[in-house]
């Protein structure tokens, strides 16, 4: 915030200049999130289970969980995400207890906010499940209290410049450069499209191609990428 203030040639040291560069990074990273679904944003999780009970919390961070992606690594064993109408009719007063085998999303909790899901059948011991999600955008409290939250824990360090630009922008457009928003925005933009195409690329699944045995010449093999099989 510091910096993108400076280079909009303003004081942080000013609390509505503050308050404001505040408001813009948790709306620039808002922004930055809503563009694409980028591997920085993939994290794992784990439940500790208690015996007898049913529904756990997930992480506090987390604004998508993973379907595909829930193991049960006390016991070695994948877990299947199920319809909640599904288990209610296996299951009608939640009796049943053992080794897990679903996982069921109940929605958010109305006390904090994190997502909810029911372990099925009820364990009878401690297991440690582990899951995949995607995390939620940064969020601020107004009074300024975890300013000091270090961003390099979440977020990779090109964000943080992109993020002094989108603080920038709007700061000079408050002191009405309009030219200078423009500007910075413009620059903004172009750091995004760059770091988009890089995720894309690292995202691009490939597969391995091993020659014919009349091709062989050696023990090397190629690796193709699949946007390349379509015109196979």
Same mark, same amino acid.
Do not use: M, V
């Given at each position: 915030m510091t910096m993108g203030l400076r280079r909009a040639g303003l004081p942080i040291a000013v609390s509505d200049y503050k308050d404001l560069a505040r408001d813009m990074l948790v709306l620039g990273l808002k922004d930055l999130i809503s563009r694409r679904k980028w591997l920085w944003r993939d994290k794992e999780g784990t439940i500790t289970t208690s015996s007898g009970t049913r529904t756990y919390s997930l992480a506090s961070d987390a604004l998508r969980p993973y379907r595909d992606s829930w193991v049960d690594e006390t016991d070695d064993n994948p877990l299947i995400v199920r319809d909640v109408q599904? =288990? @209610?009719?296996?299951?009608?007063?939640?009796?049943?207890?053992?080794?897990?085998?679903?996982v069921v999303?109940?929605?958010?909790? +109305?006390?904090?906010?994190?997502w909810q899901v029911d372990l099925i059948d009820t364990p009878d011991s401690t297991n440690t499940v582990r899951?995949?999600?995607?995390?939620?955008?940064?969020?601020?409290n107004?009074?300024? =209290? @975890?300013?000091d939250t270090d961003l390099d824990l979440t977020y990779p360090d090109w964000t943080q410049h992109a993020m002094l630009l989108f603080i +920038?922008?709007?700061?000079?457009g408050e002191e009405g450069d309009d030219v200078g928003q423009m500007a910075d925005l413009q620059l903004f933009e172009t750091m995004v499209q760059k770091w988009e195409?890089?995720?894309k690329q690292m995202a691009r699944t490939g597969r391995i191609r091993l020659p014919r045995a009349d091709q062989r010449r050696s023990s090397v093999f190629e690796v193709v990428s699949?946007?390349?099989?379509?015109s196979e």
């Open positions: 599904d =288990t @209610d009719w296996a299951d009608p007063d939640q009796s049943t207890s053992g080794q897990i085998h679903t999303f109940t929605g958010i909790s +109305s006390s904090d906010g994190t899951y995949r999600y995607e995390i939620k955008a940064l969020e601020l107004d009074d300024g =209290t @975890d300013d +920038s922008a709007y700061a000079k195409d890089i995720d699949l946007s390349g099989l379509d």
